[in-house]
């Protein structure tokens, strides 16, 4: 087995056998994945994939950090401008084709969201006036604070494993990095984690939407040469993407639609993904694959 083949497998070990322990142990203390405070407790686990990163380029294939995009290249600041709002057009993609199809209405009120995240016995609070206005914007800047986090999944699938993977065909190691990340989910998801309703379709569905997210943000990686780009991103689709979809939909249409990794939300990435594919874009993985090869050498 050579170094690098070496190196994709101890990393998938180590990233999918410290995550999936660090995720089952707040299960086994029966906290739910339905209860607020499993979002915190499954944060350790997330960070999985960097620390599987740094002990593979570290100590297993000794290759050091140069070709892992730690600097910012903020020169490419619209690249990361892009990752950033792109969820917020996402959104409306969603919010439009729910309503055009028929699937259900979105409560641009957010009253029914309050009421659906109100505990039992509790008294729904008023919405604030205005609050919808100013929302895409709290949680746009909550997505930058919270980046470093993602950096925590990003460094280990877009930084290590989608570099690696079928280095001469970036397009199916995209999509194969994809699969993985989204099998890598399995054991939150089928707890009810994402899709409480239908976990088991909900898999299916996050998978595709996992592939799509790979493409995306592999693309983002390498047009910046920087992580912290991707991190940007998959920190927005969280914040951003994942809570807007929430407040709108809760309580109405089916998640499995509805969500921003739901199957509406396979229209806008998709376009995106498509067009990072059509455009050539991928071909930009190239040069820095060649030289991460010159760099082992």
């Known amino acids: 087995m050579d170094s690098t083949n070496k190196g994709v497998v101890a990393f998938l070990l180590i990233a999918f056998g410290l995550a999936w322990t660090l995720w089952e142990i707040p299960l086994q203390l029966g906290l ?14 997330a960070l999985a994939p960097a620390v599987a990163a740094v002990i593979v380029r570290k100590w297993v294939t000794r290759e050091g950090f140069e070709d892992a995009g730690l600097r910012l290249n903020l020169h490419r600041w619209r690249v990361y401008l892009f990752g950033w709002t792109f969820p917020l057009v996402a959104v409306s993609a969603i919010v439009l084709l729910a309503m055009a199809l028929g699937i259900g209405e979105p409560d641009f009120s957010l009253e029914r969201a309050l009421e659906a995240l109100t505990p039992e016995g509790s008294v729904a609070p008023s919405v604030p006036a205005g609050l919808l206005a100013v929302l895409p914007f709290q949680l746009m800047i909550s997505a930058l604070l ?45 707890r009810g984690y994402n899709f409480p309703d239908q976990p088991l379709i909900g898999m299916l569905v996050f998978m595709v939407s996992a592939v799509l997210l790979s493409i995306i943000f592999g693309w983002l990686r390498v047009r910046t040469g920087s992580i912290w780009a991707a991190s940007l ?65």
């Open 32 to 45: 739910s994945a339905g209860n607020p405070l499993f979002q915190l407790a499954i944060l350790p686990g």
């Open 233 to 297: 991103a998959h920190s927005a689709t969280n914040a951003v993407g994942g809570s807007l979809t929430l407040l709108l939909f809760i309580g109405g249409p089916s998640w499995i639609l509805v969500s921003y990794v739901g199957v509406l939300g396979w229209v806008p990435l998709g376009a995106l993904a498509a067009w990072i594919v059509l455009a050539g874009e991928l071909d930009h993985v190239r040069p820095v694959l060649r030289a991460n090869r010159v760099t082992r050498r």
């Open 146 to 190: 919270v980046t470093p986090l993602l950096w925590g999944e990003e460094f280990g699938w877009r930084g290590y494993l989608q570099l690696r993977l079928l280095s001469h065909r970036p397009l199916l190691a995209s999509v194969v990095t994809g699969i993985i990340w989204g099998l890598w989910h399995l054991p939150i998801i089928l």
